[in-house]
């Protein structure tokens, strides 16, 4: 018998006949079968859901009808739409499809064949580079054929360069950081290879929420915003949300998925139409705690953004593919119906050194191209037209100025560069081409329909090229740091006691023919990672007159000088521009403080005075950034700011949430970006209206002390003196007990019957509640850190809460001092006239009345008691007057209290009394003197 190894036959036992399926090719079979036809009806149920997810009000092109598409509902604001993504997927050697095989698989896929144009639904691509006109009626036209009315808000999201050299980068040890290890740069191949990308290649991510010219700022893809249950998406404190996945992100914001994005908040044309303004934040900064080493190097781009290159205009397409054979281009010309639509005839570039570059091109980092629309009455479609493509200029060289800082580098491969505040904010231009009556047509208002819906939209196309890490590696030009660049490097190195942070080279300057090479074309703006369709709204408008104001409505002699002030009792200064002190603030009427420690929700009543105290004191106009639907959807500050003309304050929608709110301490530093963007735009949009401006918060008193009584006074005689920017030391100040009462909340504060905290009273304003500071005047030098500023906009040029960041007098380069027939030093510090802080007692001082909330005033009745010893936890968080503002050692209240707190005199008997009556003649609120 034969018998199989393992195995034996038992001949006694009767042989089983074999069914049909114990066969194994037949078992294989079956199953294949029952695969196929799971997978057949996935199929079905999947292109069932595709055909009824595309949405009617929004065209798609027949490409994308064919790829996977990403969609879903949003968390975003309550009441906003959700924004819709449509993903492209990577295919290289495959960038055409004919127009029958596009037709064949829309009917296999049981839906209708799609538009073959743009993502708009346009019948194709005009270019009118010059003479062009506007005509509002034709434009009108062509906005009514599109089913939104305007062109949706587009991200085109590119991968990350493929250009840096495995193994050499190193984040370095964490302790040893303190001592100097900032970790070890990655190196990158030279020349840097020419990007290869093309149209189905990118990502894209439609913001259909941006439907118009209206509160522009707040509809840009900032964040996600909150959802439905109030709680914020991104949590932005403790590390809690360190890995995510970044194309989920971008359905709200796309630069964590291209880093090479900017971030931007907000964007507006300049006054007379030949530039568009765009204010940025660097994301890098967001989150640099031991945890986010991918994200911190994933958007290191966001740095690259603040660096300029140099760009060459090429001939035209022929001489791009002769030096760049190797990139993508179009199959057919856009004059072909082929369903593709690229523009012909634009621009084409190559990375350059300074000496190579064009003028417009020497300092740049976007190409913008700007277009509007047309109807075509044959086709009945709406057609783009290109009016024109331009690169992008800087306010400011941030590479200069960071050398001038005597900084070693723009960032660190460990990521925490917060401190370096003027690489926060990112602030750059696009020209508006000088075609025709496109500039008229912007800085009219023309362009924007009546019913805020623009006709005139830019693109932001980056040039990518991987951050620069060593100071010696900047781009700078002799006119900037003189011939003997390479001996001011020594004597950096020489004065700080220390080689540079990265530095390895003898040879100093930016290379550009080594790194770029001199064939590094860059790719079509249809195959690069970009922003599209980013409207172009209004200029800002310029301040509203002010309400005439008869004299028998006055009654208070000092009040009718007051108001008399508000007109503009002008002098010469007054009239160079409308406004003399102007004010910008960051505000939400409920928020929580710096590391989610405590909710406050006073600032509705704060906002109020403090914006009449400060209109009182003499500041012309006050620009509230309303950053309450940031935290909140259940109200906003609308209401708080009725009683107030139009001519003394302007409300900004802006629901920006800020990225991280952890403390400056925390291992995970905090950055606050709403904030810091918001006084950026603050100061691109209405510096231009204003001779001295100020940004600082609703607990934030300015005093004007000695001989002055009015603000303005103060800092007319400043500008006599040479100052640009004044200072106010800032120290904390607590509440008066006498203006508190007992609170009881049910919790930690204890029960009706039994409180024990201590609350404001109804009666009593913020300003003389908080007029009791532990220490007594001038403030001591310590507090120059939190400092406040009133500074010159023509001067002060960046300006980050505390500091003056960049001015004019640290972008002077050595030609500009050369000139003027002095020496220049790398190494630029502000003179002391030019920035001063102000004499507290004969000048101005500043009350800072930052909320004690009852929670914090638990336990006074022991911890503000003579002999008490504080602790870091346990200290007495209430004031009590020292009578006359003259200490006595061991002196008590009748209750035992230590009197620990002085106060200003004036403010008690002079300003107090007059803001209860102003606030009474505006709201009823108070009466004078009670």
Known sequence: MN?????????????????????????????????????????????????????????????????RKISGTSTSRVGEESNKIKRTEKDPTKSHKSKDKRERNAKRMNAAPLPQNNQQGSSGIRLQLSDFQFDKSKVEQAVEALPRRMKTLTAFVEDALNDEIPGARDRGERENRKKGDHGTPPKFTEPMPVRTTNPESLRMFEYPKTDSCHELASKLPVDAGLSVEGKPVLLNTQNRRYDYDVYEDAKFCPVDADAFLPWIHDMFPSSNGEFIHFVAQNKRRCNTGERFEKALERLEPQVALFQAVGVKKLKDDEEAKSLAPEMWVPAVKDNEDDGEKYAEGMPRYRLASAEEADDEGEFTRFICRFHTLEYDATSKKTNDVIVGETLSVFPMNYEYVNLRKRKDGMLTIEGKDNGLFWLSNLRFDCPVPDNGNLRGAIASGESVLDDGTPSIYVDLVPIRTHPRYAYEDAYYTKDMVGPNWAS??????????????????????????????????????????????????????????????????????????????????????????????????????????????????????????????????????????????????????????????????????????????????????????????????????????TEWMSHFDTDEYFIPMGKYDNLKDVVRDAHKEGTNTLSFRSTRAYPNFNHMEKFSNGGECGKEGDP????????????????????????????????????????????????????????????????????????????????????????????????????????????????????????CRVGFPIPGNQKIENATTADGYEPNCYTNERVTDKYVPKLRELMHKRTGKFSHGK
């Not at 292109?47 to 997810?53: H, P, V």
């Not at 609308?638 to 929608?653: A, C, H, K």
């Open 3 to 67: 018998v199989k190894s393992g195995h034996t036959i038992n001949p006694f036992k009767p042989t089983k006949r074999k069914s049909f399926f114990s066969s194994k090719l037949i078992k294989c079979l079956l199953f294949g079968t029952l695969v196929y036809f799971v997978w057949f009806i996935s199929v079905v149920i999947k292109i069932a859901k595709t055909d009824t997810s595309i949405s009617p009000s929004i065209d798609v092109d027949d490409r994308a009808a064919l790829r």
């Open 488 to 689: 001011y490097i020594n004597r950096f190195s020489n004065t700080s006691k220390r080689s540079p942070v990265y530095g390895t080279k003898k040879e100093f300057g930016f290379e550009a023919d080594k790194i770029f090479g001199k064939e590094h074309v860059l790719p079509r703006v249809e195959a690069s990672g970009r922003w599209t369709n980013l409207p172009i709204c209004t200029v800002p408008p310029p301040p509203p007159p002010a309400p005439v104001v008869e004299a028998n409505e006055v009654e208070d002699h000092e009040i009718k000088a007051q108001v008399a002030s508000l007109e503009g009792d002008a002098s010469s200064q007054d009239k160079e521009k409308p406004y003399t002190l102007t004010a910008c603030v960051w505000a939400s009427a409920t928020f929580h403080t710096r590391g989610g420690d405590r909710k406050v929700d006073d600032t509705m009543d704060r906002t109020r005075e403090w914006i009449e105290y400060h209109l009182m004191m003499g500041f012309d106009h006050i620009y509230i950034y309303d950053n309450t639907h940031a935290n909140s959807n259940s109200t906003d500050l609308i209401e708080t700011l009725s009683p107030f003309s139009n001519s003394e304050v302007t409300r900004i929608e802006w629901p920006h949430i800020v990225c991280n709110n952890n403390i400056p301490a925390h291992e995970n530093t905090g950055e606050r970006s709403s904030q810091y963007a918001a006084e950026s735009s603050c100061r691109q949009r209405y510096g231009q209206y």
């Open 756 to 875: 024990r905290c201590l609350a404001k009273k109804e009666s009593a304003t913020f300003l003389e509640t908080y007029n009791c500071d532990f220490l007594p005047p001038p403030k001591p030098d310590w507090s120059d850190r939190a400092k406040k500023q009133i500074y010159r906009p023509d001067y002060v040029l960046s300006h980050f809460v505390h500091y003056s960041t960049i001015t004019k007098g640290i972008l002077e380069t050595y030609a500009d001092m050369q000139a003027k027939g002095k020496g220049w030093d790398y190494w630029y510090r502000e003179s002391k006239e030019s920035e001063r802080f102000t004499d507290d007692i004969n000048e101005a001082v500043m009350i800072h009345s930052k909320t004690t909330v009852p929670g914090n005033t638990k336990g006074y009745g022991k911890t503000c008691k003579l002999g008490f010893v504080p602790t870091w936890k346990d200290k």
